[in-house]
């Protein structure tokens, strides 16, 4: 779905929270700056001639947006660091710049807080097509890390492959109890599933796909998360049990409508509320970031993904384990199959 990046802090604080297309960025935006502290860094003026906005401009979207400017890495410089700063200033540009002495406070830029900037200017021609440039690269880069399709991203946590096995062993066990403990009826495996799925993060299976842009062969769980799949195996281990022990106390076969009855109690158990909420910010998180995918129903637990979030899913880890999966997935598929 189109981004407009100066009005979804979600959206601005993704990108930036994601350290390797930072990386591409810097290299692409090529924008020369202030060696400090390791850092490279720009004043007010620098940005305003970068951005090609009365410096004013840049004065009142510090004042507004302070506390994201701040939070990425914008700083007002004081004492011994802003003397330290004025030096380097001097180091960097030399004869061609007049390094004010007779300031007391000024506030800089790093790389990140000035992206942060262009993500905001909406006067600024030179910011939107930076942020143009930004959204590119992003998408080039999940697109370069998944061969093309985020599908089975989900598969590059290294908690997957066990959380999955897991899963089909208390999967069985559910349709086991259907199949012997409720009554015959063609469409129960697919009813109840749906309602586990409505219970944890609001969507039929039909929904998720839609959502995902999944074709009707593929499998709805080989796409979940691992927190997903963790809770699904909660549901189903517990829902198995407390079917069979309701069909022991009655002597005969439940209906359907005595087994919505006991999933809707185990649902509302207090215990689960942590644990779906926490569900719903990874599911929703992850796929509004990492695969385009808005699920409409769950916009309420959508925050911007950290730093580690990305290395899991992007970086080198998630690639070997990737490779790893495919080289060996004859063993799994087996393995799977044994479980």
Known sequence: MPKDLTSSHIDRQNIL????????????????????DEELMFTREMASELFEVDIRTIGRYIERYNDELTQNGYQVLRGKKLKDFLHAMQMSFGKDINV?????????????????????????????????????IVID????????????????????ISAYLQEENYRRQFTDALKNYVEDNRYKYAHFTDLIYVSIFKEKAKEYKKILDLKASDKVRDTFYSEILDIIAAYECGLADAIKEEYVKQGRKLSCREVESILEKFENMALWK????????????RDMALRD?????????IQ??????????????????ER???????????????E
Not at 293 to 301: G, I, M, R, T, V
């Open 324 to 338: 790893l999966m495919q080289e060996n997935k004859d063993v799994l598929k087996r393995l799977k199959e044994r």
């Open 100 to 136: 004010p002495t007779k300031i007391t406070v000024l506030g800089v830029f790093n790389f990140r807080s000035l992206l942060n900037l262009a993500m905001l200017l909406s006067e600024s021609e030179k910011a939107k097509i930076l942020r143009r440039m930004m959204l590119d």
């Open 274 to 285: 942590p644990l779906i909420h926490r569900g719903r910010i990874k599911m929703a998180s």
């Open 17 to 36: 929270n994601n350290e390797l297309a930072l990386i591409e960025i810097k290299k692409k935006s090529n924008f020369k700056g202030i060696l400090w």
């Open 293 to 301: 995918a808005f699920h409409y129903q769950l916009s309420e637990y």
């Open 141 to 160: 880069l999940i697109n370069k890390k998944t061969g093309g399709s985020t599908k089975y991203i989900n598969q590059r946590d290294k908690d997957f």
């Open 304 to 321: 911007p993904l950290d730093k580690d979030e990305y290395e899991k899913f992007l970086g080198a880890a998630g690639e070997e384990l």
